[in-house]
């Protein structure tokens, strides 16, 4: 048996692209494949947060650039991912993590509620992705989509959240069918809970002086008795981004505590 001749998961060489990467997964992710070696496009419609995570990636050594890009916009998507092909000359990793929550279930999902979330959740998604396939046939690149629990099972009051993410699926099987050619790989992650600043603001504004009860309550969703966590979601991308994962493309891998089993 022939061993590795480096250590697993490097990402030396490769220039990432991740999406809403200012803050929470996104930011895990940018700073997990900086660790790794890759060099960091930060995507992010929140000009301060892109700054700000750029400023910490290039303090640890790595190359990164900050570039605001509302991805719901068909010619803000192309111009950023043209500047990206000039800023780093490749592109060889696409994440497409920017999304937003909503709650309630379809009678409370207003009409402008429902078109938000599809503008931002699967349109993004879209719209990256097809400005990024270009660059990615040349490098014979990986696409990894943010996904969620409830592109898979049920969740009470996530109607327009879940109808996007199950979107995200089955645009990441489309991808990867379809791409398989160019050498092209495409798969999801289905995240249960995450702990991110959204959940602590979500409880912050609906449940004030509730909020460790709160808190506990959506924890104790997955068996594990917890929310997941930014880096555990930012391991799971590294490792179908990587190298390790070139068997893997279509697929869409939980990240579920536990809740898909019991």
Known sequence: MT???????????????ITGAGSGIGAAIAC?????????AVLEIDAAASTAIVQELRASGADAEAFVCDVTSAA????????????????????????IGHVGNCEATGESDFDRMFSVNVKGVYLCTRAALPLLKVTK????????????????DRFAYSMTKGAVLTMTKSIAIDYLVHG??????????????????YLAKNYPGKEALMFANLAAWQPMGRMGSPQ????LVLFLCSDEAAFITGQA?????????F
């Open 253 to 261: 891998v939980p990240l579920d505590g536990g809740k898909l089993v």
């Open 141 to 156: 690149g990986t696409i990894c989509n943010l996904a969620s629990i409830a592109s898979l099972i049920g969740v009470a």
């Open 3 to 17: 061993l590795p001749m480096q250590p697993p998961f490097r990402l030396d060489g490769k220039v990432a692209a």
């Open 184 to 201: 092209i790989r495409c798969n999801c992650v289905c995240p249960a809970r995450i702990h991110t600043p959204f959940v602590d603001g």
């Open 32 to 40: 997990r494949f900086a660790q790794q070696g890759a060099a960091i």
């Open 76 to 99: 803000a998507v192309e111009s950023t991912f043209a500047a990206v092909q000039q800023r780093f000359g490749k592109l060889n990793l696409l994440v497409n993590n920017a999304g």
């Open 232 to 235: 555990e979601v930012a391991d």
